[in-house]
Structure formats: C-alpha cells, structure tokens
C-alpha cells in the first residue's frame, strides 16, 4: 500500500504563495502519474493538477492554471505544488494520490487564504 503524506500549507493572505509536498512510500515500485486534489469546506474533492511519470507532462483545472506549478522529485518519491497569487477561494485541504489508480487518501494539508 502507498502512503502518502501532505505539507506545507497554512494561513496566508490573498497574493501570498504557499509550497505543498507530498511523500508518497510503500510499494512504489514505478514512477505513477501524480496528482494533487483539494476540498473546499462544503464541497466535493475537485482536481486541481496532475503530472506525469518523468514530470513532462501536467495538467492544471482552469481555475488555478498560470498561477499553481506542480513538480516532482522521483529520487524522493515527492511531488509538489508551487501556488502564488492566491486567492480566497483556493482555501481548501489539499491532497495528493495517484492518477488512474488512486490509494488510500491521506491527511491531507490545510490552506486558507483570507483577504
């Protein structure tokens, strides 16, 4: 089973950039195509960004594109999020998981972004 685990977020104001990571172990014994989700208060997980195998590859959702970067170190088994210029309605949990064959969900991290 693959762990994963998310850092990095907090308390922020709109403008401000956060980075997220996410450590993903346990029987990985490939490079899967990431991806990070998050979940507003009072809403369904929504994708956020994803990226593939070698790191080529990404994808973002319409409402973050140009401002979030995702990355991945595969020497690590980490991926990451670079978010700048945020806004308030960015204030979610953001997780991490495996695209096309999701694991168990973490923790996740939590970002609010005030005004």
């Known amino acids: 089973q693959v762990q994963l685990v998310e850092s990095g977020g907090g308390l922020v104001q709109a403008g401000d950039s956060l980075r997220l990571s996410c450590a993903a172990s346990g029987r990985t014994f490939s490079k899967p195509m990431m991806g990070w989700f998050r979940q507003a208060p009072g809403k369904e997980r929504e994708f956020v960004s994803a990226?593939?195998?070698?790191?080529?590859?990404?994808r973002y959702a319409d409402s973050v594109k140009g401002r979030f970067t995702i990355s991945r170190d595969n020497t690590k088994n980490a991926v990451y999020l670079q978010m700048n210029s945020l806004k308030p309605e960015d204030t979610a949990v953001y997780y991490c998981n495996l695209v096309g064959a999701p694991r168990a969900w973490g923790q996740g991290t939590q970002v609010t972004v005030s005004s």
């Open positions: 990226i593939s195998s070698s790191g080529g590859n990404t």
